[in-house]
């Protein structure tokens, strides 16, 4: 029988949320946030070099003796946690989670690996996954890159994330990953419903990149951190229903109607008190997810699917009440609520949808699809 998880936050992980947190609320306000993404630059590369090196969460999930931090997937939530509340325009998710996975499911005595590793660790390098961020953990695996011979590759991926930021994209192909840097692809940018986390179709046209794992051991790297990711997104997706959850209480304690705070009509107690109730739910979701990862149990793709079936839903509903109980102010683009609907909603695709991890659940309990 599996351990009980553990959902308390540890005093390191309270201590590393108070430094983002603080981090973010100086450095990216929300009013920052829309005028960045209204600028056509959403990502802020001085944030990132201050959260990925100032405070090392690049390196979280990569050991000390490979220039990490040597932290876990715990530490990791609590960071993506944050930066959910903030819809901050960095790559973490890509590069040091995704990518990070990808590269420690390589041959750790690799030096290609380990040098490269230690580039994303100390967050002197942005290096994104070149697959679909809409891939789900079982999920077959594309191969549209084709290797020439000699590491020349050939081919397209679309919906890559955060690909305008990489200087290196790990490209899965028919022979194997490989490091690509980021000058031998040509980028075309999508238009993303969250603009804080922009997409591009990534062409390789003779491309040269150094091979790092055989195709065996890429399709399972890239698998394992697919899943990682997945059970982290759930951490996320918390981060912004609370942020949500919490402006609109405020935003109801002092708007007021028949000479009355909105928030003593009964209806909208209701509707709160039920929004709470998810959110506390969520991230107790949320934080199996992260110790089953930390913990490595054999239960964590169940508890991850469960994580991600449920958060995803429940940051939605969030962001929806947030925007309608603020009203006509709420339907404004100078009020940050729209970051976090759209957030929300390109998240609810993000590495699988409800209805997959759904039909995963179902799949682990050896039950009908829904």
């Not at 590269?103 to 005595?109: E, V």
């Not at 051991?217 to 697919?226: E, I, N, P, W, Y």
């Not at 409800?354 to 829904?370: T, W």
């Amino acid at each position: 029988m599996s351990a009980p998880f553990d959902l308390l936050y540890s005093e390191t992980e309270e201590e590393l949320r108070s430094a983002v947190r603080a981090l973010l609320a100086d450095r990216c306000p929300p009013a920052a946030v829309l005028a960045r993404v209204e600028s056509g630059r959403p990502h802020d590369p001085e944030l990132w070099q201050t959260l990925g090196t100032g405070i090392g969460a690049a390196g979280l999930l990569v050991p000390e003796k490979l220039g990490g931090q040597g932290a876990g997937h715990r530490e990791a939530a609590v960071v993506l946690e944050e930066l959910g509340r903030a819809v901050a325009p960095v790559p973490y998710l890509t590069s040091g989670v995704l990518a990070t996975e990808i590269l420690l499911g390589c041959d750790p005595s690799s030096a290609e690996v380990t040098a490269l590793l230690r580039e994303v660790a100390s967050g002197r390098q942005v290096c994104v996954p070149a697959v679909p961020l809409t891939l789900a953990p079982g999920a077959p695996l594309p191969s549209p890159v084709r290797d020439a011979g000699g590491g020349v590759l050939s081919g397209s991926v679309g919906f890559v994330a955060d690909a305008v930021a990489a200087d290196v994209l790990l490209v899965p192909a028919d022979t194997g990953l490989y490091a690509v840097p980021a000058a031998e692809v040509s980028l075309t940018p999508l238009v993303p419903l969250d603009l804080t986390r922009p997409l591009a179709t990534v062409r390789l046209d003779g491309a040269r990149g150094t091979r790092l794992a055989d195709p065996a051991t890429a399709r399972a790297a890239v698998a394992g951190a697919l899943l990682s990711g997945a059970g982290l997104l759930a951490s996320e997706q918390v981060g912004i229903a609370e942020w949500c959850l919490t402006e609109t209480v405020a935003h109801v304690r002092t708007r007021h109607q028949f000479n009355r705070p909105i928030g003593s009509f009964q209806a909208l107690k209701h509707r709160l008190a039920r929004l709470w109730l998810d959110v506390a739910s969520a991230r107790a979701a949320a934080r199996a997810a992260a110790d089953a990862l930390a913990t490595g149990t054999a239960d964590a793709p169940l508890t991850i699917a469960v994580a991600q079936a449920y958060c995803s839903g429940v940051a939605v509903r969030a962001a929806e009440e947030c925007v309608q109980l603020h009203g006509g102010t709420g339907m404004t683009w100078e009020h940050p609520a729209h970051l976090y609907l759209k957030r929300a909603k390109a998240d609810s695709a993000v590495l699988g949808t409800a209805g997959h991890h759904r039909s995963l659940v179902a799949d682990f309990a050896e039950l009908p699809a829904p």
